[in-house]
């Protein structure tokens, strides 16, 4: 499953992806970098960062509008200098106006600990530890502006 988080300029992610079942498990990054921006993606049915990649950005730029992929269901935290968005299977990108946000199964572990004042990073080492399927090590990249 997957956590990823945002907060400040830091955006951070487990690196484990693990079957429902819990009979696959296998490192995976869940972290891309496309020019100033970086993102994760979570779902189910997860077309892939390629996929996603093609879709979000025109060059480098981030798009106003995904193409919907309606054969998918996922969602994408996108950071970048000017704050972060969310965008999802449907097409829609939204710009956060909270000062945090997480995605995936994780997410409710993460939003609880950067609530309480935790960083990026270390809400998603919580998330590794309470969150069902969310495993270590977690990644981070820094936002420049």
Known sequence: ?????WKDNKIAA???TVSDDDSVKYPTFKLERVGVYVYG???ERCPGNAIVTKY?????????????LDDFDFSVLIAG?????????SGDI??????FWAIGSGAA????AMEMGADAELAVRIATKWAPKC???????????
């Open 109 to 112: 572990s993460c939003m609880a």
């Open 1 to 5: 499953m997957t956590a990823i988080a």
């Open 14 to 16: 487990e690196s484990h």
């Open 81 to 89: 200098p000017e704050g972060a968005y969310l965008a999802d299977s």
């Open 56 to 68: 979000l950005f025109a060059g480098r730029r981030l798009r106003k509008r995904l193409k919907p």
């Open 135 to 145: 495993e270590g090590p977690v990644r981070v990249e820094t936002i420049n502006g």
């Open 94 to 99: 939204e710009k956060l106006t909270a000062p």
């Open 41 to 43: 993606v979570a779902g």
